[in-house]
C-alpha cells in the first residue's frame, strides 16, 4: 500500500512522466484501473462489448464463464438494462469493467489462436 504500484503502471501507460528512462511497450497493452470510467448509459451488453462486433455465441461463452447470466437474470432487462435506468453498485460497476476486460482479451485470444490454427 502507498508503495507507487499505481504510479508505475501510469508510467508505463505514458499517462505521467517518467523522471529518468524512457519505457518501450513492445505489443499491445490493457489496463483496468482502481476506479471504473467511460460507463457510457447504454445497455450492459454494449459496455461489455464497448465497440467490438457482436458474437452471440462468443457473447454467451464469456458471459457464463464470468458468472453473470444470475447478475443478468435479476435485472428487469438482463443484459439489455440500461446503465442509465439502475443504480449500480461500486462493486457491480468494477465487475462490469473487469468482464469488458475479460471479454476483450479473451477475443483477442480466441482469433489469435484462430488465425494460427491451434
Request: hydrophobic share 40%; proline share 3%; net charge negative.
Amino acid at each position: 500500500m502507498g508503495c507507487g504500484k499505481s504510479s508505475l503502471l501510469m508510467a508505463i501507460l505514458g499517462e505521467i512522466p517518467t523522471s529518468e528512462g524512457h519505457i518501450e511497450i513492445h505489443g499491445k497493452l490493457s489496463f483496468l484501473d482502481q476506479e471504473p470510467w467511460g460507463m457510457t448509459s447504454r445497455s450492459l451488453r454494449e459496455n461489455i462489448t464497448f465497440g467490438s462486433k457482436f458474437d452471440p455465441e462468443w457473447y454467451e461463452e464469456v458471459v457464463t464463464a464470468c458468472a453473470l447470466t444470475e447478475v443478468f437474470s435479476s435485472l428487469p432487462e438482463a443484459d439489455e438494462t440500461l446503465v442509465r435506468n439502475v443504480t449500480l453498485s461500486g462493486g457491480q460497476r468494477c465487475f462490469t469493467f473487469t468482464v469488458n476486460s475479460f471479454f476483450h482479451i479473451s477475443t483477442f485470444l480466441k482469433n489469435a489462436m484462430n488465425t494460427l490454427k491451434l
